[in-house]
């Protein structure tokens, strides 16, 4: 996925209000940005950070400007919530994503279980139809270890017992986590930060749903899937 536009360089001062942070531009001018991210953004939000912000066309919006990568560990991260199911669609296309890519049909926002959209419904003439459920991940504590959730999450949990009754129901349920970092090469479920999540992942793993890990190549261009990522749950290995 490439950006439309170069990116802009900038120096984060805070965020705040969850979708709202005031950066320091090269040139000195000071602006207010739009955070397309309204989780807990743990470990991406210390002031002096670089940032790279991309800026709208649109004459209407209040704020022109909106983050998307933050610099944190020495490495390029991608925090806007609104690319992972691109960069997922792309990668199940690519063949990354076990044999999903040979679904002929990909349908975005779906509607299915009681009050959810699934990410994706893909449907194959002469297979059962796989929801797909996509997640966006950039938090890291150990070097090389990407973990999920950053804060506690019921919503997430809620999708994956819906993804329980769909795969209950007869259809394929897979859950795709995409890294938003170059640094990362293995994955795991933040148990301490919410059982609850962790405690429905096990409910869906045993009931069927299957789960892929996607890890990205960052830059200022572009932001690519291009691999595979191990999960550990339980100190095993996927």
Not at 18 to 39: H, I, K, M, Q, S
Not at 141 to 161: I, K, S, W
Not at 198 to 208: I, K, L
Request: with cysteine; hydrophobic share 40%.
């Amino acid at each position: 996925m490439k950006f439309p536009a170069p990116l802009i360089e900038a120096r984060l001062i805070r965020r705040y209000k969850r979708f709202l942070a005031d950066v320091e531009l090269a040139d000195g001018t000071l602006c207010t940005v739009a955070v397309p991210n309204t989780g807990s953004m743990l470990g991406l939000t210390a002031p002096g950070s670089r940032v790279l912000l991309s800026r709208s066309a649109n004459p209407k919006r209040k704020y022109p400007h909106s983050l998307e990568i933050v610099e944190a560990d020495g490495t390029l991260v991608g925090i806007n919530t609104g690319l992972p199911n691109r960069l997922a669609a792309e990668a199940i296309r690519a063949g990354l994503v076990g044999d999903l890519g040979t679904y002929p049909v990909l349908r975005p926002e779906q509607r299915y279980g009681e009050r959810s959209r699934i990410d994706f419904l893909l449907e194959h003439p002469d297979r059962p139809p796989a929801y797909v459920e996509v997640k966006n991940v950039h938090y890291m504590r150990e070097p090389g270890l990407a973990e999920f959730p950053d804060t506690v999450t019921a919503r997430g949990a809620r999708h994956l017992d819906e993804l329980v009754a769909m795969r209950a129901a007869g259809a394929r349920a897979v859950m795709v986590y995409v890294v938003q970092r170059s640094d990362c090469h293995r994955f795991r479920l933040c148990a301490d930060l919410d059982p609850l999540y962790a405690a429905a992942f096990a409910r869906a793993c045993d009931a069927g749903v299957e789960a892929f890990v996607i890890g990205c190549q960052i830059n200022a261009d572009a932001i690519v899937p291009d691999r595979l990522i191990e999960m550990e749950f339980d100190g095993h290995v996927s």
